[in-house]
């Protein structure tokens, strides 16, 4: 039997980070083609002139957000497995089992 705690958990931490990564990935998908191709990186605003920044910082920005997505998919991934290789719905005591058919061991008076 697997632990369904786990698995759900697992299930929104890797459908959060692919989230993440869509949603906001695009902003930082330019930083190595600017850096690459041009030598120069600029930092875009919606009501402002484009500013020149440096492109290490840029790039660390970017390797950040990538490393949070990552560890937020990776985190899901092991308690995936965690939730398929569990064995904790089994190992319940018979005395702290709820609903239907959990007192059959109990002494009735």
């Not at 484009?50 to 957000?65: G, R």
Request: with cysteine.
């Amino acid at each position: 039997m697997s632990d369904m705690r786990y698995i759900i958990i697992g299930i929104v931490c890797i459908f959060s980070g692919f989230l993440i990564l869509g949603v906001f990935g695009h902003d930082y998908q330019i930083t190595n083609i600017e850096a690459s191709e041009f030598g120069e990186c600029y930092e875009y605003h919606d009501d402002k002139e484009p500013v020149t920044v440096s492109c290490s910082s840029k790039i660390f920005d970017q390797t950040l957000f990538f490393a949070i997505v990552i560890v937020l998919i990776g985190s899901g991934i092991i308690s995936l497995i965690k939730g398929v290789k569990g064995k904790w719905d089994n190992d319940v005591k018979s005395e702290d089992m709820v609903g239907p058919g959990g007192d059959k061991n109990l002494e009735k008076d």
